[in-house]
Antibody, heavy 118, light 109 residues
Framework: EVQLVESGGGLVQPGESLRLSCVASGFTFTPYTINWVRQAPGKGLEWISYISGDYRRIFYSDSVKGRFTVSRDNAKNSVYLQMDSLRVEDTAIYYC???????????WGQGTLVTVSS | QSALTQPASVSGSPGQSITISCTGTSSDIGAYNYVSWFQQHPGKAPKLMISDVSVRPSGVSNRFSGSKSGTTASLTISGLQAEDEADYYCSSYTSFHTVIFGGGTKVTV
């Protein structure tokens, strides 16, 4: 079964850091771009970052640029999202998703909840 | 970059057809034929319904269709069913090599 599983979410205070992981299984991981998309409580989807399979293409949304860093380890079928200087507005469910080709996002993970609050 | 513009809600009766619009700019929808639509039921992860403006992935009902004209994309659901009640999001690749989503449309059957 093709699957992505996120982990690493939790409750942190503003200004703190958190590292999310996304582990893939059921498919050949290396060729695929992996995206991170988040959804604040009761709000819509927001794309935040992607990393290509060859590590060469990395992009971020303006809302997280300079604070978040995406990386991957193809040997471990994993993608990571290092989130620094967290803000209250970063509170959301964070999903990782495989990009088959230009926003053909499937599958999606189940999501991991990040709560930033004092 | 601002989100793509979608109506907040659309409703229809079972069996009817509805269309959800998604308006962008010349830097996103108007620049590429890379528009996708996602369905999201409460508490669930999004599901890809349409990619490349009008391509249905395997397993998606042919009641769902997509189109684009200029800087506006559209998703049409025909023969509306109770199970279609969900939130729908459009998305587009942009000339900045990023991805942008619409604000979402709640479909009520």
């Amino acid at each position: 079964e093709v699957q992505l599983v996120e982990s690493g979410g939790g409750l942190v205070q503003p200004g703190e850091s958190l590292r999310l992981s996304c582990v893939a299984s059921g498919f050949t991981f290396t060729p695929y771009t992996i995206n991170w998309v988040r959804q604040a409580p009761g709000k819509g989807l927001e794309w935040i970052s992607y990393i290509s399979g060859d590590y060469r293409r990395i992009f971020y949304s303006d809302s997280v640029k300079g604070r978040f860093t995406v990386s991957r380890d193809n040997a471990k079928n994993s993608v990571y999202l290092q989130m620094d200087s967290l803000r209250v507005e970063d509170t959301a469910i964070y999903y990782c998703t495989r990009d088959m080709s230009y926003i053909q996002f499937e599958p999606w993970g189940q999501g991991t909840l990040v709560t930033v609050s004092s | 970059q601002s989100a793509l513009t979608q109506p907040a809600s659309v409703s229809g009766s079972p069996g009817q057809s509805i269309t959800i619009s998604c308006t962008g700019t010349s830097s996103d929808i108007g620049a590429y034929n890379y528009v996708s639509w996602f369905q999201q039921h409460p508490g669930k992860a999004p599901k890809l319904m349409i990619s490349d403006v009008s391509v249905r992935p395997s397993g998606v009902s042919n009641r769902f269709s997509g189109s684009k004209s200029g800087t506006t994309a559209s998703l049409t659901i025909s023969g509306l069913q109770a199970e279609d009640e969900a939130d729908y999001y459009c998305s587009s690749y942009t000339s900045f090599h990023t991805v942008i989503f619409g604000g979402g449309t709640k479909v009520t059957v």
